[in-house]
């Protein structure tokens, strides 16, 4: 059986332990969003860090700083349908990118609290995208 990817092992981690992570991302708000794939159209669950914004939250698709946006930002922009766990609470959400301004502030804020966004915006030329994921009304 093949070794589990770094993403599969934060996966576990955060769903063994109700959100909580260790590592690199120990004390950072985590969240796993699983996202139809644009292609594929397979369910993919990637783990990342996000900001809380009220009854929102906010994604990065930094990609760490790389040319290319991340591939779950594809898979948002084809479909923005998806299912986000948070801590242990599973709920259905829209996803939708926000620019200009709103794009601004909210990225500013995310790097106050993780400095390294305002590295990654200097590592690439692209303007990295900015998402606010609303949950789905009951």
């Known amino acids: 059986m093949e070794p589990k990817s770094f993403n599969e092992q934060v996966i576990d981690e955060f769903r063994a332990n109700a959100g909580k992570?260790?590592?690199?991302?120990?004390?950072?708000?985590?969240?796993?969003?699983t996202t139809t794939g644009a292609?594929?159209?397979?369910?993919?669950?990637?783990?990342?860090?996000?900001?809380?914004?009220?009854?929102?939250?906010?994604?990065?698709?930094?990609n760490g700083?790389?040319?290319?946006?991340?591939?779950?930002?594809h898979n948002l922009r084809a479909n923005p349908d998806l299912t986000v766990e948070v801590g242990s609470e599973r709920y259905e959400a829209k996803a939708e990118v926000v620019t200009g301004a709103e794009r601004d502030a909210l990225y500013a804020r995310?790097?106050?609290?993780?400095?390294g966004f305002g590295e990654y915006q200097e590592k690439t030329?692209?303007?990295?995208?900015?998402f606010v994921v609303r949950r789905h009304a009951a």
């Open 21 to 33: 992570v260790g590592g690199m991302f120990e004390g950072a708000a985590m969240v796993l969003i």
């Open 39 to 62: 292609k594929s159209g397979r369910r993919i669950t990637n783990p990342l860090v996000y900001l809380p914004d009220g009854d929102r939250i906010v994604l990065i698709a930094s």
């Open 65 to 73: 700083g790389a040319d290319k946006h991340p591939s779950w930002y």
């Open 110 to 115: 995310m790097v106050e609290i993780m400095p």
């Open 125 to 130: 030329s692209r303007v990295i995208p900015v």
